[in-house]
């Protein structure tokens, strides 16, 4: 008779979601490639889109988290401030002011963000764990700047990456 795995200690610090993404690992057949809609009612369940080129590191998405999910770092995001969206999203001049002369300054696009020698009010590279968002919405309600999206879709193709 084979064992129930379940039970075993290694899983009984995971959190139910963990749990689900495990299950969900184990029952489907082939790592799915295009994302899915959630089903009308399902709760809990959807993807995640930020603009960090808008991000004021405010942290408010941080306070009103109840599962810890949004983490704001100490990190310039340079990369997404050559994405197509942002210029015409950006709401503060200041803001539009600075990525314009950044990229006029721009030999190439860099790849990556720099570290800050300290916290700066108003940078900051926000990311969410997806094994922890519940996408509540809350963070979405919460952010002055509007650049947190929940959608309604699944993307299992990441469950199956982490």
Known sequence: MESDK????????KTKREKLFGLIRRVAIKTPENVISVPEGLH??????IWNCICIGC?????VCKVDAPLVSHEFDLPSFFEDKITKDVKSENRRLLL?????LAVKEPVEAILLPSPLRGFGRLSVAVKKC???GACEE???????????????????RE
């Open 100 to 104: 314009d002369f950044i990229k006029r």
């Open 59 to 63: 942290h408010k998405c941080e306070e």
């Open 6 to 13: 379940s039970s075993s200690p290694r899983n009984d610090n």
């Open 44 to 49: 809990g369940f959807g993807t995640v889109t």
């Open 134 to 136: 519940i996408t509540c």
């Open 142 to 160: 919460a952010c002055p700047e509007k650049v947190i999206e929940i959608r309604p879709i699944f993307n299992l193709s990441v469950i199956f």
